[in-house]
């Protein structure tokens, strides 16, 4: 059992280190949604998908649709969906999210998850639940040999990029003047408003903000997994779990967690390849019985 | 009659027309409206744990199906050496109250979100084992389950008799959980939705009425689904799949969450509705989640909670004005309102 030849252990350890990427940046978009709306935000997955599919939209549908100039390459859709999927989030928050903040946060999850299934049931209609395919882009292909593994140049980008993100993410988070209103404002809006702080627009970009990492990562995903309308929706079952054990209340944590959980699902393919689709849910289980607040937790 | 409760004389005058429908197939197809009972009496389970314990959970589907599992691989195997059906149907249910048991004591270990949260991704797991476990079917599931004989008596393979063994059933569930929810021990489950951290200085042992209320509710799940598959006569891995244990939620929240007959109606109008838009696929979809957007922006008393609400206003406002319409309006009385913890 222990003599798996290294190729297919490092093979599947970039598997799991990409996902744990996909992990770590969706969850640091539900902690920070969740730190200043008190919401779990449902529809993560659904955005996620979105992005993903107006990429693909982007590169094979428009230029059926306008004309070969209107295609928009990778480059183009990593910058413009996460913008668009951003901006339809800030239209969610504006017209529906706001009115249910006096409520018990469960009704936001509700609305986040109709909204969900709205956005799922909108692209299997149109685009069904096969999925489609999108070729990373010229610059991007092919690979490296890393001498003890082969190294596709795409997934690598994934992994820089994505922890790019989380790092530029937290900075901006823990050490600037906006992140440290962000902060008060997870802490105690109400004072924070007493300041002068416009509290409802800081909402409104925050979810802007969270869902726009959720597009950033659909874009990134996209030449990776099977472009599918519940592509997200799975997804968002891990990663809940993921939020589940590093809890919701710091960035960091989220991405610790994001990263090692991605990894330790790599492990569980190369021996058990079966248990690898549970691992994570099997290790939230046991998390809770030993640390029931999670492993960063503060009960919020 | 005029001294029961409300909720009990509906059942009484409903039960009249419910008693006629193997006579009119041609109005409502006896299999049509058994499947709204299993459906109403699973919304009414789940009812138990949203509206009266303020628990929101993703796992049902993980009850409904294991219990639909279990009854259909003992009536399959088992049935024609004789084996009753009423065992099948109990162990569907035992089934599902240790699954509850076991979803339960890690899901109670949080709260609020995190706890609706852990039972999503647990519930995965039911459904990952109901994928890989061979007697399931998988892919496939079980079909051609025999319904058997009640009492070893009555052949519930005639629709009819299995029409009024689900209807007995229906009620039965629907007066036990209507007793449950108005004993002590639902009204401790109330002041525990309503203001927990008051509950917890009276001295009630908040986690394990939680677990109580959960595994009870996984008990009526398990009998829904263990009905449901001797209806139908067959289990599919959908059962066991995320997208039932939301239809059940989208049932209960259309109805009223809390209310003692929302959950039926919400369950009897996503039932006719998935009837007529089957074909129609992602558009279902859409429309439920365009419903589940209406409900919880617009009404979130549901059909029921909205109606019961409305007569409670014309009945203490004889001649209502505007002020007091309006006023009436703004006081929360949806059941989960009230349990947000202060922080």
């Known amino acids: 059992m222990f003599d798996i030849p290294m190729q297919s252990l490092m093979a599947q350890l970039l598997v799991g280190l990409i996902n744990g990427c996909f992990y770590a ?29 107006l990429a693909w939209i982007g590169f094979t549908q428009l230029p059926l649709l306008l004309g070969p100039e209107f295609k928009l390459n990778f480059w183009v859709a990593l910058v413009l969906a996460p913008l668009i999927v951003g901006a339809l989030g800030v239209l969610l928050e504006k017209t529906l999210l706001k009115r249910l903040y006096h409520l018990d946060h469960l009704y936001g999850l509700l609305l986040t998850f109709g909204v969900a299934l709205v956005l799922e049931g909108i692209f ?36 820089i990029a994505s922890l790019l993100i989380c790092a530029v993410t937290w900075y901006l988070f823990e050490k600037t003047k906006l992140g440290a209103l962000l902060r008060a404002g997870t802490e105690n809006p109400k004072l924070l408003q007493a300041f002068g702080v416009n509290i409802p627009l800081m909402i409104t970009l925050t979810y802007g903000f969270g869902v726009a990492l959720a597009g950033l990562a659909g874009v990134l995903a996209a030449p990776i997994m099977q472009i599918t309308p519940l592509m997200g929706a799975n997804l968002l079952n891990i990663v809940f779990a993921v939020v589940v054990i590093g809890g919701l209340g710091s960035i960091m944590g989220a991405i610790l967690t994001g990263l090692a959980l ?39 | 009659m005029g001294n029961l409760p409300a909720p009990i004389r509906v059942l009484l005058m409903l039960l009249v027309p419910a008693l006629l429908v193997p006579l009119f197939p041609e109005i409502a197809y006896p299999v049509f409206v058994m499947k709204v009972l299993c459906y109403a009496l699973f919304a009414l389970a789940f009812n138990l744990l949203i509206g009266f314990t303020g628990l929101v959970s993703f796992g049902h589907a993980a009850f409904f199906g294991w219990s639909g599992y279990t009854t259909g691989i003992l009536m ?62 998988g892919e496939d599931g079980m079909q051609g389950i025999p319904r058997g004989k ?95 244990s939301t239809e059940t939620l989208l049932m209960t929240l259309l109805g009223g969450l809390g209310t ?14 998935q009837n007529y838009l089957a074909a129609l696929g992602g558009v279902v979809t859409i429309i439920t989640g365009l419903t589940f957007i209406v409900c919880v922006s617009f009404f979130r008393r549901g059909m029921v909670g909205e109606w019961e609400a409305w007569r409670r206003r014309r009945n203490s406002q004889p001649n209502p004005s505007g002020k007091a319409h309006n006023a009436s309006l703004k006081k929360p009385t949806t059941p989960l309102t009230a349990t947000r913890t202060p922080t």
């Open chain 1, 25 to 53: 940046v969706l969850s640091m978009g539900l902690a920070i949604i969740f730190g200043l709306l008190n919401i779990i935000n449902f529809a993560h997955g659904a955005q996620f998908m979105v992005a993903a599919f």
């Open chain 1, 124 to 159: 299997r209609h149109f685009y069904g639940i096969s999925g489609a395919s999108y070729d990373p882009p010229a610059l991007l292909q092919g690979g490296i040999d890393l001498g003890f593994m082969f190294m596709p140049i795409y997934r690598g980008f994934v992994v």
């Open chain 1, 262 to 300: 991605g990894l330790l699902e790599g492990l569980t393919k190369v021996f058990y390849a079966e248990a690898s689709t549970v691992v994570v849910f099997v290790i939230m289980a046991i998390v809770l019985l030993a640390r029931p607040a999670g492993m960063f937790g503060k009960e919020k």
């Open chain 2, 76 to 137: 399959i195997k088992l049935s024609g050496y004789g084996f009753p059906v009423e065992l099948a149907i109990l162990a569907g249910m035992l089934v599902a109250t240790a699954i509850g048991w076991l979803i339960g004591t890690l899901a109670i270990r949080r709260t609020g979100i995190y706890f609706s949260m852990i039972t999503l991704a647990l519930s995965q797991i039911a459904y990952f084992l109901a994928v890989q476990i061979k007697w399931t079917g």
């Open chain 2, 150 to 244: 009640l009492l070893g008596l009555i052949d519930l393979s005639v629709d009819n008799h299995m029409y009024y063994f689900t209807l007995a059933v229906f009620v039965a569930g629907f007066l036990a959980i209507h007793r449950i929810v108005h004993s002590p021990f639902g009204q401790s489950l109330k002041a525990l939705r309503d203001n927990a951290p008051r509950a917890v200085s009276l001295g009630y042992d908040t986690d394990r009425c939680k677990l109580y209320a959960f595994m009870l509710s996984a008990a009526f799940t398990g009998l829904a689904g263990s009905m449901k598959t001797l209806v139908l006569q067959l289990s599919a891995l959908n059962d066991v799949m995320l997208t039932t």
């Open chain 2, 260 to 273: 003692s007959w929302g959950p039926v109606v919400g369950a009897a109008l996503v039932v006719s509705l």
